[in-house]
């Protein structure tokens, strides 16, 4: 027992004892963990200055298009200037009598569409008529003088004549005879000196009727002179100009259509009076009908003259109308006024309507959208111009952005209109670059870019 108990005290002392092989253990691993406390932080610190170089360096993620190459420009492709105004017929007539009578019959009424040709109206024609008839009697007279004129004498009025001669001839004998005889008795004195007197006398007077025929068997025998030939042509001349203006005035009774086109407007009812000097809302009437070609339709602007410089001849266009807003018709400019209106600062140009139909109406309200078009130097025609359509929502500033080797570059532009599908581009861009749409705000030339992928 005496033995066991110090190797019991021998054992307890040594576990107390202190272990200094395990202190060592504990210092080598505190040293581990500051080394590896100091790698992480300092780790911690690279990964934070790298991710905030990063973010400052990192491409820009942005939305891009490949631009199209330039092709020529269509008409309606560019609007340049957008105008209001009326639709009008190119021309309106207003159709009038050439004489003034009643209105007997009308054949057409608003909104009917005429031939031309095609009687409208007929006046009442009695009198015309009667003028006719009357002129057409004269001319026959005159002609017939001028046919006597012409054939001269008949061979039976030259034998009367002839006649007629020889009796005043064998009347100038007989006279001759008893004068002879009167003067004989009165040297005889067998009669008065006064019966010898009267003798002679009866003698003289039938020389002279003598001398008289045979002048008219002469004139006979010759025929009328080349005079009065020609004042009975002139005669009949006139007479037919009579008959002819008579006629045409008949005719003028009968009102036609002078074109193919519709009737705008009624003046006159039947048992009216037409006139050709005056018109009167309460008397008679100056015109009885108004019709326009609806084929031929032009829209009446007044362009401002600050935007007067963008248009020239034949510009093309496009009109709608406020009734149809969905239907367009192709246009360009037919006719600019010569002269400015000075106290509303505009110029009148009219557009010719290309392709109308039954829609349009005189009148109406119309919006002109005018496209942009190149103009040769030398003879100032349109020609067709290249141009470049890009999404509106790029240009900013008068300039894009494109990407180019992973960064943003700057370009200015020039935009000649917009229409619904963009703004049109006519310098500045040449087709095939990739075109930021929709650029950041703080996007800067130079900055770095990359293309936004596309979510699945």
């Given at each position: 027992m005496g033995e066991e108990r110090p190797q019991t005290m021998d054992a307890g002392l040594k576990s107390l004892r202190i272990d200094r092989s395990a202190k060592q253990a504990t210092k080598s691993a505190r040293k581990t963990w500051r080394w590896v406390l100091f790698v992480v932080v300092l780790l911690a610190a690279l990964s934070g200055g790298w991710m905030v170089y990063a973010r400052l360096n990192a491409a820009t993620e942005v939305e891009t298009v490949r631009v199209r190459s330039a092709s020529s420009s269509a008409p309606g492709d560019t609007t340049i200037l957008n105008a209001t105004g009326y639709i009008i017929a190119a021309h309106k007539i207003a159709l009038a009598s050439k004489v003034s009578g009643r209105v007997a019959w009308?054949?057409?009424?608003k909104g009917d569409r005429v031939k031309q040709g095609q009687v409208l109206v007929r006046l009442e024609d009695e009198e015309f008529r009667a003028r006719v008839m009357e002129a057409e009697g004269q001319l026959l007279s005159l002609k017939a003088r001028l046919a006597a004129l012409e054939n001269g004498s008949r061979p039976e009025e030259t034998a009367r004549s002839q006649?007629?001669?020889?009796?005043?001839?064998?009347?100038?004998?007989?006279?001759?005879?008893?004068?002879?005889?009167?003067?004989?008795?009165?040297?005889?004195?067998?009669?008065?000196?006064?019966?010898?007197?009267?003798?002679?006398?009866?003698?003289?007077?039938?020389?002279?009727r003598f001398a008289s025929f045979e002048k008219s068997l002469a004139l006979v025998r010759t025929g009328p002179r080349r005079e009065d030939i020609d004042a009975a042509r002139a005669q009949v001349k006139?007479?037919?100009?009579?008959?002819?203006?008579?006629?045409?005035?008949?005719?003028?009774?009968?009102?036609?259509?002078?074109?193919?086109?519709?009737?705008?407007?009624?003046?006159?009812?039947?048992g009216e009076f037409v006139t050709t000097g005056f018109a009167s809302d309460r008397g008679a009437k100056g015109y009885v009908v108004s019709l326009a070609d609806l084929n031929d339709l032009q829209v009446e602007l007044d362009i401002n003259q600050n935007d007067f410089a963008k248009l020239g001849a034949s510009q093309p266009a496009t009109v709608t109308t406020d009734a149809y807003p969905d239907r367009k018709y192709q246009g360009e400019i037919d006719e600019i006024s010569p002269e400015a209106n000075r106290q509303k600062a505009t110029v009148q140009v009219k557009v010719k309507v290309v392709n109308p139909d039954e829609f349009l109406r005189?009148?109406?309200?119309?919006?002109?959208?005018?496209?942009?078009?190149?103009?040769?130097?030398?003879?100032?025609?349109?020609e067709a111009k290249p141009f470049i359509t890009i999404p509106a929502s790029a240009v900013r500033d008068g300039a894009v952005f494109v990407m180019l080797d992973g960064k943003a570059v700057r370009r200015p532009v020039k935009v000649a209109g917009t229409s619904p599908q963009g703004a049109t581009v006519s310098s500045g861009l040449i087709g095939g670059e990739d075109l930021i749409v929709n650029p950041p705000a703080e996007l800067k030339d130079g900055q770095k870019v990359r293309p936004k992928t596309a979510t699945k």
């Open positions: 009308i054949g057409a009424e006649a007629e001669l020889e009796q005043v001839r064998a009347d100038l004998v007989n006279a001759r005879t008893s004068l002879n005889r009167t003067r004989t008795l009165v040297e005889q004195g067998i009669q008065a000196k006064q019966t010898l007197d009267d003798a002679q006398a009866r003698y003289d007077a039938q020389a002279a006139q007479a037919e100009g009579s008959l002819a203006f008579a006629r045409s005035q008949q005719e003028n009774t009968v009102i036609s259509a002078p074109i193919s086109g519709v009737i705008l407007e009624r003046n006159v009812e039947r005189p009148e109406m309200n119309a919006s002109v959208a005018f496209q942009a078009v190149k103009r040769t130097a030398i003879s100032g025609e349109a």
